[in-house]
């Protein structure tokens, strides 16, 4: 059953549409994985979920995000707050800044078990270091009288995730948790995470720009490009099957330390902004099959099994990669 | 922890007033005139002069007088007056009284409701009252304090007959003085205030305070207010300095005494002794209100007290 | 082949300046680093953040001066040089740098910023600077039309083309090229690296190539090093040598396949990475090490290498 | 039962109210310390502490009996004694002048006491009147030393010191066993209002707006523009008096082109007084001819030598001097423009006041360039000699003041002048010293007088009157004032009105 | 580490830098065009006012606003609207050149200390913030006390009190230029120190210190007409907006004209300037450069 399931969301800032047609469904004890580039709107989903894009002068303009059956974007703010962090966690991408530098740590973690759960302040303190030591942070009592500066960029990343994880969510969204670690420590942090959705049945929505980890934790992928999800479906069927061009080109793009085989060239041309999204398929001005359709019309998912594709030739695209 | 730190930023202060104290004992020399000059019966002889010389001890060696007169301040001993012929310690204490009540006000008055306005037009996003914020910070910013005061005697005086023209007698007397020098400070802490308010709502944590499901209102006192207070605790404490000294405009205005109108109008005396003290002190207060922007801003962020001691 | 590039026991300690109140702090950035670099060859330097990678290509460089060692560049003893003498070589000696953001110039086109260092450097280019830039841009895979633009007019890939091209405008013969994608998208990332490699083939280039990604390392470089703390800890022959040191496997497995197919169970790592400032006695990367014995805790292993392939434990794998 | 009142600009910055030592003394002093004789407006003495004296007809002595009962504030009697140690007490003072022909002082009895001169001084009785010869309690006055008239001030008088704020307030309490008023106040004691508040008010628009909206009482200085508006207010009554000073415009002699008698005497035809009394001053006051108050003998003068307005004459005898009028309106010399300093002080009335006087100087091709200077400023530059002409006043109701402003022996200041003449000081030294007799002493202040205006050292330019203003619902003041000032004397018949 | 640096995405932003769009803004225009009127008033000043600054005519002293003196006349009959247009060639000449004179001496000394660092720097910026600290009226009191008063000194007075501003500021940028990574890779094509200075550094420097020095004549201005009131700057009778109400308390109440048209004058002026600065500033795109100095 699924916890969240979103459907052809799009979000505006002003006049400039960012985001458009995004969709995906994630259940208890799954990973759903979001990937792309920069600036293609990774982010803005996890904002809209969580209910925070008043916060930067957006709006949804139109799909909806149901949690578990009831429809976010109709929520009423009082309500939003109570879910928020309390049955969907958030973990932002950099841990250095993500945290409160003039408090110490055990109370920006304490907040959220006593505003959810009720607790007191020394329940919610138990509660704190009794998470702390879930996520394998040694000695949480001391770390609780810390201050974010004393802590290193993997430690605070925890701290992020045993905030997002006190109210013990249903759901958490964890965007870009890694991208500011050191290779050793992000293996850390997808490990306990891969820990967590499995010991307390949470369903992940992991935004990366990594492939490597998308094909290391997750069970389904959504690519997304340019505001736009441009291909979803189970994570075997993406990295073996990749159907829309743009998913296949970004998985070429990935070194391959030990296969000489394959020279990387990166894809051609660079990343429209929002403000020259282009018409039709927005990735066609830099796919290599793009034809005369492409630039015209927006292409449709089409659906190959578990996974679908919003290319023109996604039927063709497979048969010989590009 | 943070007495260590106080201790050690006054520590910091020794070479500054060292330096300064340097500073303002050669600023004197600068000055052009002499007041034995100024003290010396018309028509007195070389020898006369030669003596007064002498008793002030103006004809010894620089560095001695220096060091002599520096010896003196650290017993509190300001030495005596050139032109007012008495001691300048019962100068100062005459005169600081009336610049610490006023400073104090004006500093009350514009801390709070600067504070109050700042935060106001940062949280409210409503543009007519954003707008009527800004013109009001705008002129508090812009507009001449003695011109203010010059309007302000005009309606309140003058015309409504509310508050005494000039003087130091009574509440009514401080009225206006604290508004004059409060419009200004009250629109610098509301425009700080605003701007820190802003942009403490620009961080990264801040969102994550919304994904905790924090009010707005708890997000706003408990986090970002702290924030909003750093820089406004600096700019504050700057501001200690500048009320005491700056006050002279207002002083001269409303003919107020106060350390400011005692340092111009030994400056056109050039009574030595005087303008050394008052320097001094000003130049003490300037310090501390350094030291205690200091310490206020360590006490609320940890990463300065980490980062200092 | 020559070696263009020897470095020999090359330190960098950098201090903090104590205060009356401060007791004066210091840590080793660099410490006791020694490689050749062979003509036309590629050697990577990896290592997580802060390990001194980027301190390294300063102190080959000379931007920053050593505490300790020697650099050779081309038979020339590098710290010997007076300033003058070091800017004329730096001709012969670039690099590429990490944020293509900062890289150029706000206030300068793409043709002045191309042709500066002809400009700082007093030479005049065998053709018109104007065929000479659009040559440069030509050869980074840029549009010639571009060269009027402003920096804040190009994307982050053409901006890190540009570095490219004003380091290769000397025609040098050593480029260092420090994390030249890790702020780039990795479509970006692939044609960047594409292009480096292509510029080494036609122009017979040696790199020295910095990355903390190791699976970019392997891809593109010949030798490489591994970084842990200021120190070289292992130094592996070819990128298909398996890993001696606990460091390099821990890196190894850290570092995600991008099959899923392939997924593995990360082990967990202990404890954290010890502060440059007071490093323990011995190894130190003996408090994260599953094999570490008392001996690493007291004494540092020095590099040793026997069969070509250098590695600093004293339990190697 | 206390009245606030506000000095006058030039009573402003009293230091100590020590009337021996001190050289600015304000109205207060004269409520603290009482004197041996008063002066009332029409010149003459009137007997208070001492009730009567006598003069030996060659002047070399003088008997004064004093009256009986007096005491100071510190309950201390006043006695022959007490006037003995006071005149001895202005040894080495900068007021030692005032005595200067005072040998010694024999105690007679407990009350007489006999001053023996050294030489002649018709003056002596003047010099007793003034305010630097209230007398101060002997006692409190070794006992304080340095510290009296600044921490305490113990006189005769009607008013005791209760606080002095240093450029900010005196506070006087009536002294209550006070019953030796003299004769030029109806009342003779005690005061009838409890206690008087004197403020500095440095600026004296700013007093003014004071007296107007009831911040003080009475304003002892009014600046003649404001008479008109206070006239027309209907709770406030101004009263004017003759002054005691004039404004004038001193030349110094040393600086070219004023070196050359003939552009100073030209300088001084360009003034227009009369204007500048009508138009700055709306008619009140009066021009000033010559450098003496017009009540004083000594300024009935040739009057040939009295300076009147007279451009046309002025440009003939610049004309003659060699200085041409240009295109520009400006006069030069061997391609040297006319352009002169003007200096002054930066009170309201004095720039004013010069304002005026640059524009009337521009009316004969002399270009001036104010500056203003604060007071003490302005001195230092006299001093240095870097001025040409200034504008300024003084306050002295005796010719003496000719002998401060015109002797050699004070170049710089007070001579602004920086005149040094051998016949000047030979004129200065007989009047000051050789008069025996009062009618002696006329004719050669008036001889020294001429002679210094024969040489064109200054521009004499105003006469003020001295307004006094004041709250009419809050006080009543005596009408008419007797004495030459509005001081001691009329503060004890104020009363608090109905 | 993907994510560029505050400091070069505004640099980035400021090579957009043109003065026209901060005209663009509707408020930008308005004000900029205010203060453009202005300038060329002071400027043509002779053809434009009515009457003769200094010519009096104390038969009509304090004459009320009205026909031919539109604003009144002050105490010697001069018209108090031709002071007022003079009053604006003396108050904007000294501010400007004060400001420009301070802007000179505190880039390169900023630029100095910035640059070299060390024992320099600290030096130069103790002295500097101890200025900074004071009162810039007292200093401006104290330098006329030293020096005089008259034009001269009240310019070289408010000079030195803003020494300061623009001395942080310029050490600001340079400290923050000097870490960026253009100024290395430059250094390592060979270049020598003064090419990093002069075609670097400073050129990227001083847009945020010509937009400070831009807000600073608008305090500048406010200084020099309070130094007028203390009777210490423009010398009568040439017109300054402070001198001209400088003539007591009372002129409040016997003509307020005086007093309020120059003071009028003063605080639109300063408002035009400080909200054309924001224009600039936000054309500009440097608020975050101003910042920390
Ligand atoms: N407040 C905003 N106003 C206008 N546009 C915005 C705003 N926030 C984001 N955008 C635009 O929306 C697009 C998507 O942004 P988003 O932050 O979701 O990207 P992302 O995929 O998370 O990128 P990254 O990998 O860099 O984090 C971007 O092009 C950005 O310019
Ligand atoms: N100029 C300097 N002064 C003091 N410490 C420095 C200086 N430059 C670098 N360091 C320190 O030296 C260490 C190594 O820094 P370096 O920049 O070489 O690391 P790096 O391996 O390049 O890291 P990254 O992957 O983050 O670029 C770090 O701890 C850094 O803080
Ligand atoms: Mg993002
Ligand atoms: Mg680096």
Redesign the pocket.
Known sequence: MSMLSVRDLGVAFGAVQPLSGVSFDVGKGETLGIVGESGSGKSLTAMSVMGLLPLSGGRITGGTVEFDGQDLTKLPERAYRKLRGGRIGLITQNPMTSLDPLKKIGPQVDDVAKLHLGLDATKARARTEEILGTLRIPEPALICDRYPHQMSGGMKQRIVIAMALAADPDVLIADEPTTALDVTVQAQIIRLLDDLVKERDLALVLITHDMSVVAQTCDKVVVMYAGRAVEHGPVEEIFDRPRHPYTQALIACIPRGLDEATRLTGIEGTVPTVVNYPDGCPFHPRCPRAEAICATDPPDFSVHGDSAAACHFAEVAHAEPA | MILRYTFQRLLMLIPVSFSISVVIFMIVYLLPGDPIDNLLRVGSSEEDRAELVARYGLDRNLIVQYFVWIGNMFQGEFGQAIVLRRPVADLVAQNLPYSLTLGGLAFLFSSTVGMALGTISAIVRHPVLDRLMRGFILLGSTVPGFWLALLLILFFSVNLGWFPVSGAGGWKSLVLPVLTIGFGGVALVARVTRVALLDAQREDFVMLLHAKGLASSTILFRHLMPHALLPVVTILALRIGWILGGAVTVEFVFGRPGLGSLLIRALGQRDYPVVQACLLMLALAVMLGTLIGDVAQASMDPRIREKKS | MPNLLEVRDLS?R?T?AGGPFRKARS?H??NGVSFDLPEGRVIGVV????????????LILRL?EPSGGAVNFDGDDLLAKSPSQMRKLRARMQMVF?DPYSAIDPRYTLTRAVSEPFEVQNVTPDKPMAEEVAELLGMVGLNPGLATSYPHQISGGQKQRVGIARALALRPSLLVL??PT?SLDVSVQAQIIGLLEDLRTDLGLTYLF?S?DLSLVKYFCDEILV?YL?RVVEALPDTAAPARHPYTRTLMESTFEPDPKKRRLIAPLEGEVPS?FDLPPGCAFADRCPNASALCRTQTPALSSETGHAVACHHPI | QDVTIAFSASELGATAYNPVAASNLNTATSLIYDRLVEQDADQSYHPHLATSWEETPDGMAWTFSLLEGVTFHDDTPFNAEAVQTWIASYAGTENEYLVEAIGSVDVIDDLTVRFNMDRPEPNLLYNLASAFMGIPSPMAYAALGEDFGVTSAVGTGPYELQSFEIGLETVLVRNEDYTWGSDLSENTGPGHIETFTFREIPDQSTAFLELRTGGIDLLLGVPTDFLKILEAEANIEVIQMPGTGISYMPINVTAPPFDDILVRQATGMAIDQDSIVAAVYGGVGAPARNFLISSLPEADVDPSLNVMYDPARAGELLDEAGWMLGDDGVRSKDGERLSVDLFTANSTEFTRLTQVVQAQLSEIGMEATITVFDSSTIRDEYRRNAHQLAVRAYDWNNSDILDWFFSGNRLGYPNVSMWEDAEGQRLNDVAMTESATAAERIANFTAYHEYVLSQHLFVPIYQPTQNIAFNAEAISVPDPVRGSRFRGQSFMDIQVAE | ?RVPTMASRSLDAFARMSIGRAFASGIGMIAGGFLVVLVLVAIFAPWIAPFDYAAQNLMNANAAPGWPHLLGTDEFGRDVLSRVIYGARTSLSVSATAIAISMAAGMTLGAAAGYFGGFFERAVMTVVDLTWSFPDILIALIFVAIIGPGLTSTTFAIAIAYLAQFTRLTRAQIVRLKRETFIEATINLGAKPSHILLKHLMPNAIAPVIVVGMLAIGDGIVLEATLGFFGLGAQPPTPSWGAMMSSGTAQLFLSPWVIIFPGVAVAVTVIAVNLFGDELIRALDIRDRLRGA
């Open positions: 960098k950098f903090s840590m950035a660099v290592g997580e953040s802060g390990c001194g990678k980027s301190t390294l290509a300063r920053i990490q420090d994390e890790a910095i903390h970084m200021g440059p | 580490m």
